[in-house]
């Protein structure tokens, strides 16, 4: 990939930088053009103006990444920073034409600047949301940064970093696909998104600051989609100005589905394409809880990346099985039920306790068999600690268990207290040299269970 760093002979931190990427490595001098040096794909450009103002630069020069090695400023950080971003006119404010607001993203490029910016220097590096112009480039490009004041442009081991970090690039894969998210929410130094970079295999393209969020439109929402060539979105859900569930329904109504961080961590060995298909199947039985971790059994992942025809029919049937029944299989023989679970080819929802809130499987899977042996197999785990009758006439599960009783204590003279205590651990006591067994105490409690999850039946 041909990469073109271009440097402005009226910013500090930008010569510092182009300094240092003449010592690093040997350069050839070009004698005509706008490009100076070259050294193997890199393009070596100086502009005499702001680089902000660079909105045709593009087209006078045959690249394929263009990297702005610009200063940053800042009046309220002190201190030593790195910065990158991408580049817009988020409040269209000075809308260039029909090409729109915003500047066609390079996520992946950020992506490895950010980490090997990390890597090689103790100074914090923060990706920033999208701010200030060039917004007509067409070439895929990112602001690289020194910040924040003058003493920190001109110093030579900054210049020198981000040097190296730029030269790195030579060495990776710059067009490997990336699974890249549009962000929202959050501050203008994107804390939170940048924390999400690092911590994963996600890219991220256009940032938008909570105080951008007002200004976004449902067309300035596409744009950012499309050029950054996204698949879903991130949201910093707690700083968000109240804009959350417009921007949440305008990113549906794009098509698109908004990850949390535990979608991203949990999605293991499950290929993105179809893991977002399963976000969006979830999504249309209104099943993404806060709190849900979604798990896919080995036999599906297996499927799913094999690319079977299963991947392009993503629609998933709930189990009408009552959540309660499973809750309480779950409590008596846990790993049981997950063996029968992984047996099968199913998507199913876990809360924060790990306890199983729903479970679906492919649409063109006979759901009602699959809905049978779950059925059948919770009973028998049930049978280890419970009587159990089952009503398939009235769709009913009667669970009888001996519960400790109270007022039976109590009217054996038993005192609330230790002695409460060890009756219900299934102990016996003496009281005055009379022996009180934990069977004296316990009365037969049945409870009749639905066996069907109306809620699920009603999305079929």
Known sequence: MRVAIICSEVDDASQNIARHLLKRVRWTRCSDGPVEWTYGNFQLVTVEGKLIDQETLDQSLST?????????QSETRKGPVFTAHFTGDVSGATRKGSNGVLARAAPRALKLVVETLTNLSSVEVLVEATHHGPSAIETPSLFVEIGSTKAEWNNEALGDTVARALLKLASQSLDIPCPTAVGFGGAHYAVRHTDV?????????????????ECLTRETVRE???????????????????????????VHDLGFEVLRLADIQGRRDVSWKPYLKIKRGLREHGLPAEAAKINVTSSMRDALNAQTPLEDRMELTQLALNPIIVKRAQSVDNEALLKLIESEKIVYLERKDGTISAILVPQEHNAQKILDEMLNECVEILK?????????????????????????????????????AKLARGESIDIDGRIIKPEDVLTKVRKAINVANADARGRQ
């Open 64 to 72: 394929d990444l263009l990297i702005f090695a610009s200063r940053h």
């Open 197 to 213: 970079l690092l911590s994963s295999d996600i890219c991220f393209g256009h940032i938008f600051a909570a105080y951008q969020l």
């Open 224 to 250: 950012a989609f499309e050029k950054s060539q996204a698949q879903f979105a991130y949201f910093d859900r707690k700083h968000m100005n109240g804009e959350r569930t417009r921007i949440e329904a305008t």
């Open 384 to 420: 280890k600690r419970y009587q159990i009758e089952y009503s398939q006439q009235k769709s009913k599960l009667y669970i009888s268990e001996r519960k400790f009783n109270p007022r039976l204590a109590r009217s054996l003279g038993v005192t609330q207290g230790p002695l409460y």
